[in-house]
């Protein structure tokens, strides 16, 4: 009896004993020597039961060690949690294991720029301005920045990173300082150089031929670009929806040139820019040919941000709202070049209060450019 009794226990011990659970445990090691285990916040886990998805944590101890009890048979995806350094995610399956080790390799992650590596780079001599804009890469790479200007553009993929954003400004704002101490120059040096490799087409083309401007004409609709396009019936449909539009009405192509041409108030202009959506293939070779012409106009009655004759070049008037410009609206030349903008999409250089004859004609000859490669 005392045998029998003696069975049961033990049989009872290693039933109780057995677990439902897995321990998912390893470690986490760098060959980078700044990485410190103490920035680690801790190992983010999520596992995959048959009906829901749970979110856990594991602390990790201060010489990288880390455990978890999981569940038997889930999926498992874990990686470090930590703030300047990633470990791509690994997945396990628990199944009816008692353990599983897992361990990671961290490294910096790769788009994460703080003020010290900013500071640590420009000691080195890597200068770097970093951007999303495809089109500002593209252009970075045709020349070599480093031996005109003395610094690199980077160009970044949008990462993962939370932070990203944050750090990214702050770098450029460390290396843009940099830059403007060093060689103050530098902002206008690289305006021009991306002006000149952006439209190097347009301006070749330009140099070996005169177009004549009279003789281009605006394809039909639908052989428009599709950004065009989307613009034109946007502002079209902005327009013709307002109860009142009989102001409109009387606006032909006579009547917009007289206003672009002698019209201070705003108020008139944006009826001019209203009714292009309607009129914008009688009027763009007309934009086209107003764009050397420097005569002042001024301007009055507008509500937003533009260059500015009188109060300095920024300046936030309360009247009429205006759509951001850098273009000089006082000028004839710089309102054609504003309403060329706005109704295509496309963008050939800015029109300033100081902008020379010769860049005129070089703006002018690149919206005729890309008018005539339309009709081709």
Same mark, same amino acid.
């Given at each position: 009896?005392?045998?029998?009794?003696?069975?049961?226990?033990?049989?009872?011990?290693?039933?109780?004993?057995?677990?439902?659970?897995?321990?998912?445990?390893?470690?986490?090691?760098?060959?980078?020597?700044?990485?410190?285990?103490?920035?680690?916040?801790?190992?983010?886990?999520?596992?995959?039961?048959?009906?829901?998805?749970?979110?856990?944590?594991?602390?990790?101890?201060?010489?990288?060690?880390?455990?978890?009890?999981?569940?038997?048979?889930?999926?498992?995806?874990?990686?470090?949690?930590?703030?300047?350094?990633?470990?791509?995610?690994?997945?396990?399956?628990?199944?009816?294991?008692?353990?599983?080790?897992?361990?990671?390799?961290?490294?910096?992650?790769?788009?994460?720029?703080?003020?010290?590596?900013?500071?640590?780079?420009?000691?080195?001599?890597?200068?770097? =301005?970093?951007?999303?804009?495809? !089109?500002?890469?593209?252009?970075?790479? @045709?020349?070599?920045? /480093?031996?005109? %200007?003395?610094? $690199?553009?980077?160009?970044?993929?949008?990462?993962?990173?939370?932070?990203?954003?944050?750090?990214?400004?702050?770098?450029?704002?460390?290396?843009?300082?940099?830059?403007?101490?060093?060689?103050?120059?530098?902002?206008?040096?690289?305006?021009?150089?991306?002006?000149?490799?952006?439209?190097?087409?347009?301006?070749?083309?330009?140099?070996?031929?005169?177009?004549?401007?009279?003789?281009?004409?605006?394809?039909?609709?639908?052989?428009?670009?599709?950004?065009?396009?989307?613009?034109?019936?946007?502002?079209?449909?902005?327009?013709?929806?307002?109860?009142?539009?009989?102001?409109?009405?009387? =606006?032909?192509?006579?009547?917009? !040139?007289?206003?672009?041409?002698?019209? @201070?108030?705003?108020? /008139?202009?944006? %009826?001019?820019? $209203?009714?292009?959506?309607?009129?914008?293939?009688?009027?763009?070779?007309?934009?086209?040919?107003?764009?050397?012409?420097?005569?002042?106009?001024?301007?009055?009655?507008?509500?937003?941000?533009?260059?500015?004759?009188?109060?300095?070049?920024?300046?936030?008037?309360?009247?009429?709202?205006?759509?951001?410009?850098?273009?000089?609206?006082?000028?004839?030349?710089?309102?054609?070049?504003?309403?060329?903008?706005?109704?295509?999409?496309?963008?050939?250089?800015?029109?300033?209060?100081?902008?020379?004859?010769?860049?005129?004609?070089?703006?002018?000859?690149?919206?005729?450019?890309?008018?005539?490669?339309?009709?081709?």
């Amino acid at each position: 009896m005392k045998k029998l009794l003696f069975l049961f226990l033990l049989f009872s011990i290693q039933v109780y004993s057995q677990s439902d659970e897995t321990v998912v445990y390893g470690r986490i090691e760098s060959k980078y020597d700044e990485i410190k285990l103490k920035s680690v916040i801790a190992m983010r886990i999520r596992y995959y039961t048959q009906d829901n998805s749970y979110y856990t944590f594991a602390d990790v101890e201060k010489d990288g060690n880390y455990s978890r009890k999981l569940p038997h048979n889930v999926r498992v995806l874990i990686a470090p949690n930590y703030h300047n350094y990633h470990a791509d995610t690994i997945e396990v399956y628990t199944g009816l294991k008692d353990s599983i080790r897992v361990d990671f390799i961290l490294k910096p992650k790769k788009y994460i720029y703080t003020q010290t590596k900013a500071i640590q780079d420009i000691e080195k001599g890597l200068v770097q =301005l970093i951007t999303f804009d495809t !089109l500002e890469y593209e252009w970075s790479r @045709k020349v070599d920045l /480093k031996k005109k %200007l003395g610094f $690199d553009y980077l160009l970044l993929k949008e990462p993962k990173d939370d932070d990203f954003y944050d750090e990214m400004a702050i770098y450029n704002q460390q290396t843009e300082a940099f830059l403007s101490e060093q060689k103050p120059d530098w902002e206008y040096n690289l305006s021009i150089l991306r002006d000149s490799i952006i439209h190097l087409e347009a301006d070749q083309y330009g140099e070996n031929h005169i177009i004549n401007i009279k003789k281009l004409k605006v394809p039909a609709k639908e052989k428009l670009p599709e950004e065009m396009k989307k613009r034109i019936e946007a502002r079209y449909n902005e327009y013709v929806n307002v109860k009142d539009n009989s102001v409109y009405k009387p =606006l032909d192509k006579k009547h917009m !040139l007289k206003i672009i041409l002698t019209e @201070k108030d705003y108020n /008139k202009m944006s %009826l001019v820019l $209203d009714k292009l959506s309607e009129e914008y293939d009688v009027m763009i070779p007309e934009l086209i040919q107003l764009l050397t012409d420097k005569k002042e106009i001024g301007i009055e009655n507008f509500q937003g941000i533009i260059v500015d004759r009188q109060n300095g070049p920024l300046t936030f008037h309360c009247c009429i709202p205006i759509p951001f410009s850098r273009d000089d609206l006082y000028t004839v030349a710089g309102r054609a070049n504003y309403l060329l903008k706005i109704i295509t999409t496309e963008d050939h250089g800015n029109i300033y209060p100081d902008t020379n004859e010769e860049y005129l004609k070089k703006i002018q000859n690149r919206w005729a450019y890309w008018l005539l490669q339309l009709q081709e």
